[in-house]
């Protein structure tokens, strides 16, 4: 099988597979047309594993969209995010038979691009603006009545900056991903405990950094 790739993007070709379910008609010569059925995760991986390589694309356009928001969150670049995003579906495309199960493709994914994100933010020197765009994973931290707007943002970009890696990721996978505890430990290898603890300290210090900023302000 082969999967190309060109850049730092996964080129996806085209299934060029007939549908399935096409009728030929019935005994009276009528047609009841064809019911479309979604095609899951665990089809399409039972596909390129029978030797269709080219169902890989459909399993690239359907997760593509979240891997690419999660890893611009951790890593700040759009360059980084985008290689994360390209190794990873890379990565999980040689090792697919090793999926735990087709029907959890997209776990099994996630979990292979959250370790990548972490292998290169340790590798790059690189730091670009934190891309926070869920206003609701910041509550407790409004900004002041009088505050500028495009301050506040600043302010809380070097503010997620500023957090350590292990208690960034715990904040994004719980408020942005809304992930529960027990499902990140099972991504992260991380007790439940410790990752509540990662969260709440994450929360406090967020907070801190911007009060601190509001006074000054």
Request: include cysteine.
């Amino acid at each position: 099988m082969n999967l190309q790739v060109t850049g730092t993007r996964i080129q996806s070709p085209r299934d060029t597979q007939p549908a399935r379910g096409a009728s030929h008609g019935d005994a009276a010569g009528g047609s009841e047309g064809i019911q479309h059925v979604e095609t899951t995760d665990g089809d399409l991986v039972r596909r390129v594993l029978s030797g269709d390589a080219q169902a890989y694309a459909g399993l690239v356009a359907r997760h593509r969209d979240r891997l690419a928001r999660y890893a611009r969150h951790i890593l700040g670049n759009r360059e980084d995010a985008e290689e994360a995003v390209q190794d990873a579906f890379v990565r999980a495309y040689r090792s697919l038979a090793r999926c735990d199960g087709p029907d959890r493709y997209g776990p099994w994914l996630f979990g292979i691009l959250v370790n990548r994100c972490r292998t290169r933010y340790g590798q790059t020197a690189r730091r670009g603006a934190w891309l926070v765009h869920d206003d609701e994973a910041l509550a407790g931290a409004e900004a002041p009545e009088e505050a500028d707007g495009e301050l506040w943002r600043e302010a809380v970009e070097r503010a997620m900056e500023q957090l350590e890696p292990v208690y960034r990721e715990a904040f994004f996978l719980k408020h942005v991903e809304e992930m529960s505890y027990e499902e990140m430990a099972a991504l992260t290898g991380a007790g439940v405990s410790a990752l509540k603890m990662r969260v709440s300290r994450a929360c406090e210090r967020l907070r801190a950094m911007l009060e601190e900023v509001a006074r000054a302000g």
